[in-house]
């Protein structure tokens, strides 16, 4: 459909942006249930309620300073860390103008954020207060695409660091790669193949391996060993983690067509699909499985308390055998949606207290448990079921799988 000519007046700031990324998703195809873009109602109503009040004097950082220009390389994490000494309560600090700020979740090198401090209490805001100069309008037109300008706003966390998590990780549910397509075959009788090979696969009985639309490429992950990933105190299994293989694009359906057997009778045959690899992060081998590649998830959301009381545990360190988490490490947490979490929820670690004897009474020799005391902590940017994947953060010592997590105090 061509779109319309009728013009609108929009401000001439950069909520241009952010209502074009609200509009079209900036240009990708977002997960909702994963990211809960752009902001939900809940942040909305926080972010109106403390734009005439903010948060007191006390909760700024002790060199919490009166202007910042936002950089390339920032982090939402660490720009909330120089004003706060809690960086997630950064949505009552940003006493949002919804008539100026579209959107918090969206904040771009080279914009600068005026600290406001009265009455006890502190406001951040974006443009200099008090300014009463009038906001220049300009007329623009929808069009048919728009880039995605949501890519140059800073992110929550090192996006490095992050972005393999966001678009290779996957949690899912016992049965999830049994029931998934798999590769059957390798030319020329090869057993391992990487990036640039093909490889046929199929279907399961009744679900063949076809394309979804002639007029686009369908994607596949690729994926091995549904690993099982229990509660560290119940046992009870969680979810599954799958290894992350590789990606390929379906070249060529799955058919059936009639081949010649033995006694000269054309008889019904499955050929498989065809795949070209394109990109291999380990070698593929027969067996391997396919998932359809999702919309591409965009870590784009405010730090932030859950919005519910949660108590959980580290189940594991992604990607590793080991058990001792350090900074900047990605962790898998017992707490999911079905607990309430989202993306941006900030918890606290906390480290085990040690079991030791009381020794001030020697008559009862009692053995007792020292207090969990806060270790660090993690912010969550991708949420399963009864699972999530977090980053560890402003750890102060090692982090050990079977540490509690709970809301930040």
Not at 7 to 22: D, E, P, Q, S
Not at 185 to 191: N, S
Not at 216 to 230: G, H, M, Q
Not at 350 to 355: I, K
Request: hydrophobic residues 40%; charged residues 20%; glycine residues 8%.
């Amino acid at each position: 459909m061509a779109p319309t000519k009728a013009a609108f007046g929009l401000t001439k700031t950069r909520t241009i942006a952010a209502c074009a990324a609200l509009i079209v998703g900036g240009g990708f195809a977002l997960s909702a249930s994963a990211q809960n873009f752009p902001i939900t109602p809940a942040q909305r109503s926080t972010a109106e309620q403390v734009a005439s009040a903010g948060v007191p004097l006390s909760e700024l950082a002790t060199d919490a300073p009166d202007t910042y220009t936002v950089k390339s390389g920032d982090t939402l994490w660490a720009i909330s860390g120089k004003f706060l000494k809690r960086p997630w309560r950064w949505p009552e600090l940003w006493g949002m103008n919804m008539e100026e700020v579209r959107n918090p979740h969206l904040i771009y090198p080279g914009q600068t954020l005026y600290l406001e401090k009265g009455n006890g209490m502190a406001r951040l805001r974006m443009g200099k207060p008090g300014a009463g100069d009038p906001i220049e309008t300009v007329r623009v037109s929808p069009r048919t695409r728009i880039s995605g300008l949501a890519d140059n706003a800073i992110p929550v966390l090192p996006a490095h660091i992050i972005e393999p998590f966001l678009n290779e990780a996957i949690i899912i549910d016992a049965n999830a790669l049994e029931l998934a397509p798999r590769i059957v075959g390798l030319p020329e009788d090869r057993v391992l193949i990487t990036r640039g090979d093909r490889a046929y696969a199929r279907g399961k009985a009744g679900l063949p391996l076809v394309e979804s639309d002639p007029r686009a490429v369908d994607s596949y992950r690729i994926y091995r060993n549904a690993t099982p990933l229990k509660h560290p105190v119940t046992g009870v299994v969680l979810g599954y983690e799958a290894r992350y293989l590789g990606s390929a694009e379906l070249v060529r359906s799955e058919t059936v067509q009639p081949v010649l057997a033995a006694n000269g009778q054309a008889q019904p045959t499955v050929v498989p699909a065809s795949l070209d690899i394109k990109r291999a992060k380990e070698e593929i081998r027969v067996g391997d499985r396919l998932m359809a590649e999702p919309p591409r998830a965009v870590g784009t959301y405010v730090p932030r308390a859950p919005s519910l009381p949660v108590d959980g545990a580290i189940v594991s360190v992604y990607g590793d055998a080991v058990s001792l988490v350090g900074q900047s490490q990605v962790v898998v947490v017992s707490l999911g949606t079905a607990d309430g979490l989202e993306p941006g929820n900030v918890l606290s670690i906390l480290r085990t207290g040690r079991r030791v004897d009381d020794r001030t009474d020697m008559s009862e020799r009692a053995s007792i448990k020292l207090p969990d005391e806060r270790n660090g902590y993690a912010i969550v940017f991708r949420t399963f079921d009864r699972l999530s994947y977090a980053l560890v953060i402003d750890v102060e010592s090692v982090v050990t799988v079977g540490d509690r997590v709970i809301n930040p105090r």
